[in-house]
């Protein structure tokens, strides 16, 4: 079955950055884009940005340009989503999710990030 | 972008119940209109998708309804596991967008 499997929480001090990654496996990997969404505590889902694991194109949303970066390996069919300058407005469980014609199917079960001084 | 708005922010209903929660976006979506539930501690479960087509497993209880900037998901007889919160999300224009959710809870 499809399958995402995301890496464990992290603790980042502010201004540090981090790095999730979404194990794909149970489909051919290249050939659904893969979204990235953030909920931060008890709010609602930010669409953070979708990466293309074929060509490793990316499209963020313009609140994230210039701080996330979105990468895959193909090798190991993974996606990682990397937050740099990192502030406490940055504390959420990030997710990882399979595009199927921009809805979003299945999801990895998260990962929080807590940022904390 | 284009904003979806839902109502109510929170449904009290007891279990049998039918539960009608609404969406409502700022500019004409069509019917590319998605519906997710998220339980406390899991991720988002796909639920409907292009506004009335139900996912794989979803039970028949659940239907999606509307086009254009109303939609609506109708649970008819609430069940123990149905109580969570529901979003919707728009995929016509980009980037895509999430409704900020309503809460179904056990009255």
């Known amino acids: 079955q499809v399958q995402l499997v995301q890496s464990g929480a992290e603790v980042k001090k502010p201004g540090a950055s981090v790095k999730v990654s979404c194990k794909a496996s149970g489909y051919t990997f290249i050939n659904y884009y893969m979204h990235w969404v953030r909920q931060a505590p008890g709010q609602g889902l930010e669409w953070m940005g979708i990466i293309n694991p074929s060509g490793a194109k990316t499209n963020y949303a313009q609140k994230f340009q210039g701080r996330v970066t979105m990468t895959r390996d193909t090798s190991t069919s993974t996606v990682y989503m990397e937050m740099s300058s990192l502030r406490s407005e940055d504390t959420a469980v990030y997710y990882c999710?399979?595009?199927?014609?921009?809805?979003?199917?299945?999801w990895g079960q998260g990962t929080l990030v807590t940022v904390s001084s | 972008e284009i904003v979806l708005t839902q109502s109510p922010a929170t449904l009290s209903l007891s279990p049998g119940e039918r539960a009608t929660l609404s969406c409502g976006a700022s500019q004409s979506v069509s019917t590319y209109l998605v519906w997710y539930q998220q339980k406390p501690g899991q991720a988002p479960r796909l639920l409907i998708y292009d506004a009335s087509n139900r996912a794989t497993g979803i039970p028949a209880r659940f239907s999606g309804s509307g086009s254009g900037t109303d939609f609506t998901l109708t649970i008819s007889s609430l069940e123990p596991e149905d109580f969570a919160v529901y979003y919707c999300q728009q995929r016509s224009n980009w980037p895509p967008t999430f409704g900020q959710g309503t809460k179904v809870e056990i009255k």
């Open positions: 999710a399979r595009d199927r014609i921009t809805t979003f199917d299945p």
